[in-house]
Every structure is written in structure tokens, then in C-alpha cells.
């Protein structure tokens, strides 16, 4: 049967996973509006807050090349299913931590259970929508990631400021459960039954990791996901608030910008890439495009606010191009092998959040020169914000450089 997109039977499929891609999203970015709340309550630094949030990315990466795997074998009804009942149980368990322990192990239960999301929105792309439409519907999956990350921004804020953040812990918790439902009752399946002419577990991974493409692939997404792994889902809040000495409410406006903008340069990278039919000569631009924007809303001291946050938009919008990895992934490996394309691909993109996260929390440590409050509280000031960023520079731009050696891919090439 051809793949069309009026193959209504999947719709469901790809609608519930790009909702679940979303959830991931939420209770991945909770932590960025909580960080005064859990520094005081557990009396962390911003070194221990910085680990304990990025501890969510530690299974998310290992799991990705297996969880391409299994969902090229079980589909991704099963996969779905019971990645969203356990992320519900990581949201719960971190509303309930009475400790730091507890804190790492409900982030780690979410990070495990997310980390199927995104690549099932590609599955499912892949095995029932026409192949030129891969790269728009991927790119549609990381905008409802871009709405995700804004709703779990200054939403969530107001939901926590409602209830209180172990009460609107819970709330969201309950979401998942919702998604858990709807995908057992909903989601088709989208692998058939195996049978002895299918593929051997690591037949796709032992090509997609022979491959020095992939390599390059994941090492520029890994560099142009750094402004929301590094920046939008942790420290550009605090960053903004010492710049323009804004309250934390109109700080999170840069998270929510960032979110928006690459959600929105990622379906529009595609419809460009798609249309020009080149997803190099797409990334190349955008690449330039990111540097430029990001520096001069980090650096520039004659830019106001508003004029930063549109700089931040126009550069998380170029960073969308970070989708196209995954089509030119998708184009280089036979389709059956899809998932774990994405899989190997998005185990270097994601393994920059576990990098960068706590590194530049022990930057921010080491620049602030020792500087304490009368009772002893840690003080980050502007000077301390903008060296550690410089890190998160030097890698976009080594990342420009991995962007001449990724060859091309055609659309309609695809065997």
C-alpha cells in the first residue's frame, strides 16, 4: 500500500507521540523555573543543580540507539505505552523527593522514558507517510518539543506559583498518565510481525555507526542543540535576569523565545530544505546565521531587552536546521533501519545536554571568583554568565566547521 499523508489510520499514531514528545519536553525544562525553590530547599550550589538537572540526559543518551533498535522490532505502541507510564512515575517521584537522592532518580526515570519519544515520531513518519514528507513532520515533532519546552517554562511557573511546585509536580504527573491511556488505546502499531527474513538486532547500527556522515551529523547537532540543552532549558533565566535586572517572570520570556524559535525553525528549515532540495546548503547558512545572532544578544551592550530577545529568536530559528540531521540520517541508511538512525544520531546531539549542562554550572563556580552574599549564599554576576557562555561559542563554531564535510541528500533519492 502506498504511503500517503491521508493514511488517516496513523494520524492518531503521530498526533499521541507528538503530544508525548511534548510531555518530555514539560517535565524535562520544570527544573529551569524551580531553581531558586530547590538551591534553597536542599540547599544545592549551582554545580549540585546543575548535575542533578542534567542527570535526566544520562539514560536519555544511552537509551537512544537501543530504543531505535527495539522500536524497528516492537513498534512503537508498545514503546510509547510504556515510556509515558514510566516518565509519570519519574514526575511523581520528584514531586515526593525529600532529598537530593530522591531528586536524581525521578529526573533519571524521566530522562529513560523520554528518550523513545522523539525517535518514534520517526518511525512513524518513516513507515507511514510519503518519504518527502519525513523532514516536515520531523520537523513538526520538534516544534511540539519547542511548545513543550515553552509550556514547561513560564505556564508552569504560573501553575507552581498556583499550587505550590510539589503540587504542580503531581498535576503534571497526572498528564502523563492521561498520554499512557490514550496511547494504549489509540496508537497502531507500525512494525509488522517479525518474521525470519527480518533484520538482525545490530545490522542497522553496525551501518549507521560505519558511517562517518553520522558521526558528522550528530557532532553539528550536538553543537546547534546547545542553545536550548545549555541555555534555554537551565541558565539563560538567571543569565537575562542580572543583565537587565528584569524579574524572573520576564526572564523566562528568553526560555519561551528559544523554545518557540526552534520549534519554528525546525519546520521551516525543513519547508526550505525540502524546496531548494538541499539540506547541506540549508544547515551551512544556518550555521553562519546562529554564531551571529548569539553573540551579539550574549555580548552586544548597546542592545536593550526586547532587541536580545528577538536576536535569541532569529538564532534558536537557525538552530532549527539541528532537525535535518535526522533526514539526511534517514536518507543514508536503508528505511527499515530508520529508528536506529535516529537513535545513534540523537546519542551524540543529546550527549551535549550531559556535557554542558553541569560544566557550565562549574564555570559559573569558578568565575565568580569566590563572591558570596553576608550569609554566605553564592552571588553570579554578569561578567561570570558571559566567560562560561564562551564555551557554548567555540563549540557552535567547531560545529560550522563539521557542516562543510556533511555531504548532501536529494528528496527524491531515496530508495
Known amino acids: 500500500m502506498t504511503k500517503t499523508i491521508k493514511n488517516s489510520a496513523a494520524i492518531p499514531s503521530i498526533l499521541i507521540c507528538w503530544i508525548f514528545y511534548l510531555y518530555g519536553y514539560i517535565v524535562k525544562v520544570e527544573p529551569s523555573v524551580l531553581a531558586d525553590e530547590l538551591m ?26 537501543p530504543c531505535g533498535i527495539i522500536a524497528d522490532k516492537l513498534g512503537t505502541k508498545v514503546v510509547v505505552s510504556i515510556s509515558a507510564a514510566i516518565c509519570s512515575l519519574g514526575v511523581f517521584i520528584f514531586g515526593l523527593a525529600s532529598s537530593i537522592i530522591q531528586l536524581e532518580i525521578g529526573r533519571f526515570l524521566i530522562g529513560l522514558a523520554t528518550a523513545a519519544a522523539f525517535l518514534c515520531c520517526g518511525k512513524i513518519a518513516a513507515d507511514f507517510f510519503d518519504k518527502r514528507k519525513y ?21 508552569t511557573a504560573f501553575l507552581i506559583a498556583s499550587l505550590g511546585w510539589r503540587n504542580a509536580t503531581f498535576a503534571i504527573a497526572i498528564l502523563g498518565v492521561v ?9 497502531r502499531n507500525s512494525t509488522k510481525s517479525p518474521t525470519k527474513s527480518d533484520p538482525k538486532l545490530l545490522e542497522g547500527l553496525k551501518i549507521i555507526s560505519k558511517n562517518p556522515r553520522a558521526w558528522l ?52 528549515t525543513a519547508w526550505i530544505a525540502e524546496k531548494v532540495n538541499s539540506c547541506k546548503k540549508t544547515i551551512i547558512v544556518s550555521s553562519f546565521c546562529v554564531i551571529f545572532s548569539f553573540w551579539l544578544a550574549l555580548y552586544n551592550d ?87 557562555f564562551l564555551c557554548v561559542i567555540v563549540a557552535m563554531l567547531t560545529g560550522i566547521v563539521a557542516t562543510f564535510f556533511i555531504d548532501d541528500v536529494k528528496y527524491d533519492k531515496k530508495k
Open 40 to 65: 534553597t530547599e536542599f540547599g544545592m550550589t549551582s554545580s549540585i543543580f546543575g548535575l542533578v538537572v542534567s542527570i535526566v540526559y544520562i539514560p536519555y543518551v544511552i537509551l537512544q540507539i
Open 135 to 155: 523532514a516536515m513532520l520531523m520537523g513538526v515533532a520538534m516544534c511540539m518539543g519547542g511548545i513543550g519546552g515553552v509550556a514547561g517554562s513560564a505556564p
Open 217 to 268: 551529523l550528530g557532532f553539528y547537532g550536538a553543537t546547534t542543540y546547545l542553545p536550548l540543552s545549555a541555555l534555554a532549558e537551565l541558565w539563560v533565566v538567571p543569565f537575562m535576569e542580572r543583565r537587565f535586572d528584569v524579574t524572573t517572570e520576564m526572564a523566562t520570556a528568553a526560555s519561551i523565545v528559544l523554545f518557540i524559535s526552534f520549534g519554528f525553525g525546525s519546520a521551516i
Open 302 to 388: 548597546s542592545i536593550d531587552f526586547y532587541t536580545c530577545l528577538f536576536l535569541l529568536f532569529i538564532g534558536g530559528t537557525c538552530a532549527g536546521a539541528n532537525t535535518l540531521c535526522f533526514t539526511i540520517g534517514y536518507y543514508i541508511v536503508p528505511e527499515k533501519f530508520c529508528g536506529t538512525s535516529a537513535g545513534f544520531i540523537n546519542t551524540l546531539i543529546m550527549a551535549s545536554g550531559i556535557l554542558f549542562q553541569p560544566l557550565l554550572g562549574k564555570l559559573l563556580d569558578f568565575f565568580r571568583n569566590g563572591l558570596v552574599t553576608a550569609d554566605g549564599a553564592p552571588i553570579y554576576n554578569l561578567t561570570a554568565y558571559r566567560s562560561a
Open 179 to 187: 498520554i499512557t491511556i490514550a496511547a494504549v488505546f489509540l496508537m
